[in-house]
């Protein structure tokens, strides 16, 4: 409905630049929006606010001379007045509202797509947790807000590829490789004290055992020395049985990548050595000793000479370091090397979701994004908070397996995939969250992902008790008269239906798909309303017909709006 008074207005703009009303060329921009509050209309315009002076008049003069050149013929707008300093507010004809009923059953599952990000690329990498150990709760948040935003891009145009960024260099994969091995060896009877940075949990034990099943005591004479690299097949086993579960954790949420890839690749390809060159052609490479971070000392700072980016010149509080005294490449480096090469491959956009706690990291690698691309805005990071879990209002101890956190896993096998996915966006990713397991699980109005399937259930039993009294279920198709949907709730709920593809819109140029179950639980308080004050199977066979399009079409929208976040639109419950 936003598109007929966009068009409406639009006419009206060409036809006052024709007449020499407004000036030829080019215009500013000016909107069309749903007024907050809803006695002020359907739509409202800020078109002659925006243009009065290339029309050298006032505001309200203008809107008024706007008003009068309306198509005399035009059947969507049924009244409208200045308001204000100048907006237009339109108020949509009631058989117009009504249309969106056989609209929406028409266009079914493809209802709120639009092509506003048409001919874009984007690239949304996320989750990328360590190969190290499982997922915990925290990157199972940062994985189903990935996944939603890209959705929420695809739908709405966007050419979308999910990427999964494998970090299988630098220390913490030593360190991984050597505390198997310390396990391992564990098993065969040897007194092992593990030493301080090892991985202590339980999983590490559980690829040990896998790593002797498949070997034996191959790697028993193997000395257990930190200061030199484990066996690299040893690495590569435990990095590989972490990989599987992470992929099986992500399938259990409905999640898929496009691509796969290994931190490892830039390093042997010789990406980091050609990134940090292009870095020095533009003569933003430098010499120098860095001043000691405030705070905890991050691992791979040093008090001595290394070779630093001028990030500085880019926004960033500070030059970076690309390479340690010893000649090898800092994470950072890596870094850049990564998103160099995501740039290379030519994608208009690119989206990282990070953790929160990544925050300070941001500035640095964009600085260094802009300095060899010469585009600014090229990346965009998506930070989320982290995820506290709760049970009867009492924190949810440690898992017993991983020792300092709660896996992905433990918390889907508790409450399923649907409790997951929808609870973890029912907050922006700016904002801590409070899960609690027995919410999540329990069948009350309090439970958000219960009440909307339990909407879409309803509305599929209504169709049960239609068949057992042997009518057609197509008597909701939306063919028949819907000039008896004259009721307030009735008119309301259609209106809400129409705002679907505009909140897509929305939370896709925002970023924010927590705009969605937003919507889908206003929906289906809307629906529950409703239903529980009047009665769908009427006697009267108009008013029935109408009345079944109507839920029906709430029915669509509410699985639309389910399927896109990856959870299911059950018949039953």
């Not at 590569?236 to 409905?254: P, S």
């Not at 798909?513 to 889908?520: A, D």
Request: include cysteine; glycine fraction near 8%; charge should be negative.
């Amino acid at each position: 409905m936003r598109q007929i008074i966009e068009n409406l207005v639009s006419g009206i703009v060409q036809q006052l630049q024709s007449d020499g009303t407004l000036q030829a060329g080019d215009l500013p921009e000016y909107k069309v929006e749903r007024p907050r509050d809803e006695t002020h209309g359907d739509f409202a315009t800020n078109a002659a606010l925006v243009l009065s002076r290339f029309a050298k008049m006032k505001p309200r003069d203008l809107a008024q001379k706007m008003l009068a050149a309306l198509p005399a013929n035009q059947k969507e707008v049924d009244r409208w007045e200045v308001a204000g300093p100048g907006f237009i507010n339109f108020h949509i004809t009631s058989d117009r509202i009504r249309q969106l009923i056989p609209d929406i059953l028409q266009m079914g599952q493809s209802y709120g797509s639009s092509k506003m990000g048409s001919g874009k690329r984007v690239l949304i990498e996320f989750v990328s947790a360590n190969p190290t150990g499982p997922m915990h709760v925290g990157h199972g948040r940062g994985a189903v807000m990935g996944d939603a935003i890209a959705s929420i891009l695809k739908v709405t145009g966007h050419t979308v590829e999910r990427e999964y960024y494998i970090n299988d260099a630098g220390n913490q994969v030593g360190v991984l490789g050597w505390s198997v091995m310390m396990r391992y060896h564990e098993l065969f009877g040897c007194s092992i004290t593990m030493p301080e940075g090892c991985y202590p949990a339980q999983y590490v034990v559980e690829i040990a055992k896998a790593l002797r099943d498949q070997d034996g005591n191959r790697w028993l004479n193997v000395e257990l020395d930190m200061s030199v690299s484990p066996p690299i097949e040893v690495v590569d086993f435990a990095m590989d049985t972490i990989m599987g579960w992470i992929r099986g954790e992500l399938a259990t949420i409905n999640i898929l990548f496009d691509n796969w890839f290994s931190e490892r690749t830039l390093h042997a390809d010789g990406k980091i050595e050609a990134t940090i060159g292009e870095l020095t052609k533009k003569d933003l490479i430098f010499e120098g000793v860095l001043a000691p971070p405030k705070g905890k000392l991050p691992d791979d700072w040093e008090a001595r000479p290394q070779l630093l980016f001028k990030s500085t010149k880019y926004g960033d509080a500070e030059d970076r370091a690309l390479k340690k005294s010893d000649g090898s490449a800092t994470y950072f480096a890596a870094d850049i090397a990564y998103h160099f090469d995501k740039a290379q491959r030519g994608y208009d956009l690119l989206i990282d979701v990070w953790g929160a706690d990544h925050g300070g990291y941001v500035k640095r690698v964009q600085a260094a994004l802009t300095a060899l691309t010469d585009k600014n805005n090229l990346l965009e990071v998506e930070l989320v908070q982290m995820v506290n879990l709760v049970r009867g209002g009492e924190p949810v101890k440690m898992s017993k397996r991983d020792g300092t956190f709660v896996t992905l896993k433990e918390v889907v096998d508790e409450v399923g995939s649907d409790a997951v996915r929808f609870i973890f966006l029912t907050r922006s990713g700016g904002a801590s969250l409070d899960f609690d397991l027995e919410l999540a699980v329990s069948k009350s109005n309090d439970n958000p992902v219960y009440y909307v399937q339990y909407a879409h259930a309803r509305i599929h039993a209504v169709y049960r008790q239609l068949q057992e009294k042997g009518l057609d279920k197509s008597l909701g198709d939306g063919g028949g008269d819907l000039s008896c949907l004259t009721l307030d709730a009735e008119m309301s709920l259609i209106r809400a239906l129409g705002t679907y593809p505009e909140m897509l819109e929305g939370a896709a140029i925002n970023r924010e798909p927590h705009r969605v179950p937003y919507f889908l639980i206003d929906l289906a308080s809307a629906f529950h309303t409703y239903y529980n004050s009047h009665r769908i199977l009427e006697d009267d066979k108009v008013l029935l017909a109408a009345r079944l399009s109507l839920i029906n079409a709430v029915r669509q929208v509410l699985a639309n709006g389910l399927t896109l976040l990856g959870v299911s639109a059950p018949e039953r419950m």
